[in-house]
């Protein structure tokens, strides 16, 4: 029987609880802020904040710094709540293990629901979206981070460029990974086609780029780090794709330094007063 997309991703964090806040701390903006301080500033300061896919609540902490005061987070994996519920910040926060598309909460429990580069990895994204709009309070603020892809001709997208052909060998050998989100939402089209229905307003649509550049073997591991396909490779696979990596990327460097970028959409909303048919 395939492994589902939330089985897949509840294993993975359970074995790497942590590893997304490594990869943002090491992810930098040419101001040298992290991608959950960028994100922390569309929300301005929120009294009652949920984060869906909140893994080990360092953007929790984050908020709870610039004000929050009463914070809730749900994620897969007990692992990495296990972490979050560790955080000196969050000795108070509703951390729980569930589902998005099922939120254990209240009607306008919230005044902001958050997501950081999860909700393009959820299945059924419409039901997530009617259960924030349950959650949240009328004119309360919806922000997501979303993958915006590598920055063309440095370090990510020539590591995807040589991974493809392995990803796919995989694939046909029967290791395949499990489909992962809906990818109209990683447009701003996309997702206001999503979000309009469910009462929200368009969206705000902002674009940052972070830093991962660092020695072609720094990149390496850090690319093997952030992509879950790498799952699927077997140890041949990974042994050839790095020495691909590391041959081409030799033409790359300068100064010892491999430039390695990637963007990041920030998309925020509000929940409407209204429905979308008017009613109050």
């Known amino acids: 029987m395939s492994q589902s997309a939330e ?10 609880p942590g590893l997304q806040s490594v990869s943002v701390e090491a992810s930098r903006t040419a101001k040298g802020r992290t991608s959950y301080e960028e994100f922390a500033d569309r929300v301005d300061a929120p009294g009652r904040v949920l984060d869906l896919g909140c893994a080990d609540g360092a953007l929790l902490e984050v908020l709870a710094g610039r004000g929050a005061r009463t914070l809730a987070g ?25 589902r998005a598309q099922e939120l ?113 073997e720094k990149v390496w591991e850090t690319n093997v780090s952030v992509f879950y396909d790498v799952e699927v490779l077997d140890e041949d696979q990974i042994v050839e794709l790095r020495r691909e990596f590391l041959d081409k990327a030799r033409s790359l460097v300068s100064d010892g330094r491999l430039p390695c970028g990637m963007r990041i959409n920030i998309a925020t909303t509000r929940r409407r007063a209204f429905t979308v048919t008017g009613e109050m």
Not at 7 to 16: C, G, I, V
Not at 156 to 164: D, I, K, T
Not at 182 to 210: C, H, M, N, Q, Y
């Open 7 to 16: 089985e897949f991703l509840k294993a993975f964090h359970d074995n790497n």
């Open 104 to 216: 254990p909460f209240e009607n306008a429990a919230f005044d902001a629901v958050v997501s950081h580069m999860a909700l393009m990895l959820m299945t059924d994204v419409e039901q997530v979206v009617a259960e924030v709009a349950r959650v949240l309070v009328p004119g309360g603020v919806f922000a997501v981070a979303l993958g915006g892809g590598a920055v063309e001709g440095e370090g990510m997208a020539l590591f995807l460029e040589l991974a493809r052909p392995h990803f796919e060998a995989a694939r046909e050998a029967g290791r395949r990974m499990p489909r992962m989100g809906d990818r109209k939402i990683r447009t701003r089209e996309g997702l206001d086609a999503v979000l309009t229905p469910a009462g929200f307003a368009p969206v705000s649509w902002d674009s940052i780029v972070l830093d991962q550049s660092g020695t072609p």
């Open 74 to 98: 749900v994620d897969l994996s007990a692992e990495e709540l296990e972490l979050a519920r560790r955080r000196p910040a969050l000795v108070n926060a509703d951390l729980r293990r569930g």
